[in-house]
T-cell receptor, first 111, second 110 residues
Framework: DGGITQSPKYLFRKEGQNVTLSCEQN?????MYWYRQDPGQGLRLIYY???????QKGDIAEGYSVSREKKESFPLTVTSAQKNPTAFYLC??????????FGQGTRLTVV | GQQLNQSPQSMFIQEGEDVSMNCTSS?????WLWYKQDPGEGPVLLIA?????ELTSNGRLTAQFGITRKDSFLNISASIPSDVGIYFC??????????FGAGTRLTVKP
C-alpha cells in the first residue's frame, strides 16, 4: 500500500545530542514537509522541499536541518542547537497543488 | 509567513448538534484543506477545496472555499461521539509552503 511512514514513533534524546527522524513516502509525491506540534497547539512549519536536492526554511527552522537526496526520503535532524526539542513531529507529502498526506508522527522527548 | 486564523479554539457540544468552524487568512490561497487529528496520530484529510466558491460534502461534513480565496468553513451535521478530535484548516498557494490554523478542539457529550 502507498503511504508515508515516519520512524521511530517515540524517540528519547539526551541533552546535547543530535537525533534524526525518518520520513519515507512511496506515493511519488514531489513536495515534503516537516511540522512541529506542541501540546494544544497547531502545526508550525520547520522545513519543506519541493524537489530533490532543494529545500526551504519554514517559520521555525533554527536548530533543525534536513536533506532531500532522494524523492522518497526527507529526514529531519534535531541538533543540539534546538533548545526546546520536546514535541510531536509530523511529516507530510503532496503532489503539485493537491492535498497533503501525513505520517503517524514521532514524539521526541529530551531526557 | 502567511497566517491563518481558525475559530473557535474549542467547542463543547451535545451529541446530535451541528458544528461550524472557520478559517480566515490575510493572503489568498489556491487550495483549502480540512484535517482531523486524533490524539497521538497524524492529521487525516477530510475535505480538499480547489476553486473559489466551491462547496464540497463528505458524508456529514460540508466545507466551502470562500469567494475571496481568503477564508473557508467546515460544518459537521448531527455530531456523534467519534467526531471528537482536533480539526485543522490548511491553505496552499501554488507550490509554496502549506500553512495550518491553530486548530479547533471538538468535544461531543453523549
Amino acid at each position: 500500500d502507498g503511504g508515508i511512514t515516519q520512524s521511530p514513533k517515540y524517540l528519547f534524546r539526551k541533552e546535547g545530542q543530535n537525533v534524526t527522524l525518518s520520513c519515507e513516502q512511496n506515493l511519488n509525491h514531489d513536495a515534503m514537509y516537516w511540522y512541529r506540534q506542541d501540546p494544544g497547539q497547531g502545526l508550525r512549519l520547520i522545513y519543506y522541499s519541493q524537489i530533490v536536492n532543494d529545500f526551504q526554511k519554514g517559520d521555525i527552522a533554527e536548530g533543525y536541518s534536513v536533506s532531500r537526496e532522494k524523492k522518497e526520503s526527507f529526514p529531519l535532524t534535531v541538533t543540539s542547537a534546538q533548545k526546546n526539542p520536546t514535541a510531536f513531529y509530523l511529516c507530510a507529502s503532496t503532489r503539485r497543488s493537491t492535498e497533503a498526506f501525513f505520517g503517524q508522527g514521532t514524539r521526541l522527548t529530551v531526557v | 509567513g502567511q497566517q491563518l486564523n481558525q475559530s473557535p479554539q474549542s467547542m463543547f457540544i451535545q451529541e446530535g448538534e451541528d458544528v461550524s468552524m472557520n478559517c480566515t487568512s490575510s493572503s489568498i490561497f489556491n487550495t483549502w484543506l480540512w484535517y482531523k487529528q486524533d490524539p497521538g496520530e497524524g492529521p487525516v484529510l477530510l475535505i480538499a477545496l480547489y476553486k473559489a466558491g466551491e462547496l464540497t460534502s463528505n458524508g456529514r461534513l460540508t466545507a466551502q472555499f470562500g469567494i475571496t480565496r481568503k477564508d473557508s468553513f467546515l460544518n459537521i451535521s448531527a455530531s456523534i461521539p467519534s467526531d471528537v478530535g482536533i480539526y485543522f484548516c490548511a491553505g496552499r498557494y501554488n507550490n509554496n509552503d502549506m500553512r495550518f490554523g491553530a486548530g479547533t478542539r471538538l468535544t461531543v457529550k453523549p
